[in-house]
């Protein structure tokens, strides 16, 4: 119980500080990774299985929001495909350079390849983090890098396949038997309640069918749960069963990255050279998304956002590595090296990416202008022009707000939200709804340029989201009516501090309907 509290607190301690200092706290968590390690301290046990646990579940959840149909994209396959390929080449040269000037051990032409080949993945683990935070998992650009996430897990997994002395069973084959079953698993969703039960359920559904079962034929069981969730995507629930595992999930993936900062501790040299790699390989591999996501049809700011999410190294990285050094194909002294890289690029990343949301727009403003017609048409900006009144977040709030304006006025509504899923649902449904990004400055300089839009609605569920589209109609100069959903009394106090012409706060709002209801006249 002493280690389990001492590791506890470390990471409670420094991702509060990390929190405060307006970092993300995983910074902090990796951070305590780093204190433990250095002190000699293991953590606990079972500290490992937690993170696997994490991993698992968080696969998991990626496949109950993912649209499969995005891996065909060209601006998905396309650019995960080049982006490995030139990696490799990059990655190979760099560490054949410095091993060339004595600043890096030798290695034959294999081993860089198998080095560049583990540098050349991004970190899925953190890639949701930085997504799931900002709201944006479902947005064009989030299911683009999730797109590309997914292609490069595949072509690890592939690797640790090949070259592994046990190849998958052939009763792997029986794992087809899992899409008919997937239609008795979606109706048992249906009936597994609001509580504790669909988290249970949602855990068993990742680790059961989904890590276990893949992992018993011989396949990486983190595929498995992706599986199991992508069956389980464009169910009624599947959104409900995310959210209801988000907690249990976050608390897990602590453990991730405390395991990740314990990697066995490294030389001074090989801490130098993993920082090289770092300082070099990291921008160029940003730099590399953005211009191929350009390329593919990405307007500027989604190609920038991308390649912040995605500049990063992946725990698939130490796996290969791990691989490459059982299978004799790598000397031993390169898994710290990657180690450490992983990690200090996992501190970059987080870093950066906090300030994602002001450091995208100047980054997209350098790139050189684009054609609109070459946009992927999902990508392009929204014209608002025949609209009275306009719906930021398509949730239960914003679809009644939508459905009572359309059926008691003559206004002309448009409704916008960035979960594509959602959007497509909704356009079937009938309602006049395009996906968009809320936090993009050209979205909100289109709405003013529009000139008919009279009322802006923020419905989105979070906080913070509805906080920077206020700033960013203020700084657009917008002088309509702005009116905004609050979850707790002291963000509908912040809301109309800031000047909101209209505030709802939703747990209020309905105890006074409650009220109203017990009140009015009518049959008992």
């Known amino acids: 119980m002493e280690e389990i509290a001492i590791t506890l607190l470390t990471a409670a301690g420094l991702g509060w500080l990390a929190h405060s200092l307006r970092v993300p706290p995983l910074v902090g968590f990796l951070a305590a990774g780093f204190l433990l390690g250095g002190l000699g ?7 490992d299985s937690l ?12 496949g109950l929001k993912f649209d499969i149909r995005s891996l065909a994209r060209p601006e998905a396959f396309g650019t995960a495909t080049l982006h490995i390929i030139l990696s490799v080449l990059v990655g190979a040269g760099l560490l054949g350079l410095l091993a060339a000037v004595g600043l890096s051990q030798y290695a034959d032409l294999r081993s860089l390849v198998l080095v560049g080949f583990a540098l050349s993945f991004s970190s899925t683990v953190l890639c949701m983090k930085v997504l799931e935070e900002r709201s944006d998992d479902g947005s064009f650009y989030g299911q683009t890098a999730i797109a590309i996430l997914v292609l490069q897990d595949i072509a690890a997994v592939v690797f640790i396949t090949l070259t592994s002395d046990d190849p998958p069973s052939p009763w ?11 239609w008795v698993l979606r109706r048992l969703l249906d009936h597994a309640g609001h509580g504790e039960l669909l988290v249970l359920y949602g855990v068993a559904m990742a680790l059961g069918p989904g890590y276990f079962l893949f992992d018993a034929v011989g396949i990486k069981g983190d595929l498995g749960a992706l599986v199991m969730g992508l069956l389980f995507a464009g169910h009624a629930r599947a959104i409900e069963l995310s959210k209801s595992l988000y907690s249990v999930k976050e608390l897990f993936l602590v453990g991730f990255f405390l395991s990740i900062g314990m990697l066995d501790q490294p030389t001074w040299s090989d801490l130098g050279l993993a920082a090289l790699l770092t300082a070099v390989l990291l921008p160029l591999r940003a730099l590399g998304f953005i211009l191929l996501g350009r390329s593919f049809g990405m307007r500027n700011r989604s190609a920038v956002r991308t390649g912040l999410v995605l500049g990063n190294f992946s725990e698939f990285s130490i796996i290969v590595v791990s691989v490459g050094v059982g299978a004799a194909m790598l000397a031993e002294d390169w898994l710290p090296v990657v180690g450490i890289a992983v990690a200090l690029s996992m501190v ?8 994602g949301s002001h450091l995208a727009p100047d980054l997209a403003a350098r790139l050189p202008a684009q054609d609109p017609d070459r946009i992927r048409p999902d990508d392009r900006p929204i014209d608002t022009s025949n609209a009275d009144v306009l719906i930021l977040g398509m949730g239960k709030i914003g679809r009644s707000t939508y459905e009572r304006i359309t059926a008691s006025s003559d206004l002309r509504v448009l409704a916008v939200d960035n979960d594509h899923a959602v959007v497509r649902r909704l356009r079937e449904a009938g309602l ?10 050209e979205f909100w300089y289109r709405i003013c340029q529009g000139g008919l839009v009279q009322t802006v609605v ?8 509805n906080l920077f589209a206020l700033d960013q109609l203020r700084e657009a100069g917008f002088e309509g009516r702005i009116t905004a959903v609050a979850h707790h009394p002291d963000q509908a106090e912040h809301l109309q501090r800031l000047g909101v012409d209209g505030v709802y706060n939703l747990y209020e709002g309905a105890g006074i309907a409650m009220a109203d209801l017990l009140l009015s006249p009518g049959p008992r």
């Open 432 to 441: 006049n709804v395009m996906e968009g990004d809320a936090t993009d400055l």
């Open 41 to 47: 301290i293991d953590g606990f046990p079972g500290l």
């Open 172 to 182: 792997a084959l029986a794992l087809v038997l899992l899409i008919p079953a997937g």
């Open 51 to 62: 993170a696997d646990i994490g991993v698992t579940l968080l696969l998991f959840t990626i």
């Open 348 to 355: 970059v990343s987080s870093l950066l990416n906090g300030r």
């Open 458 to 465: 923020l419905a989105m569920p979070f906080h913070d989201s």
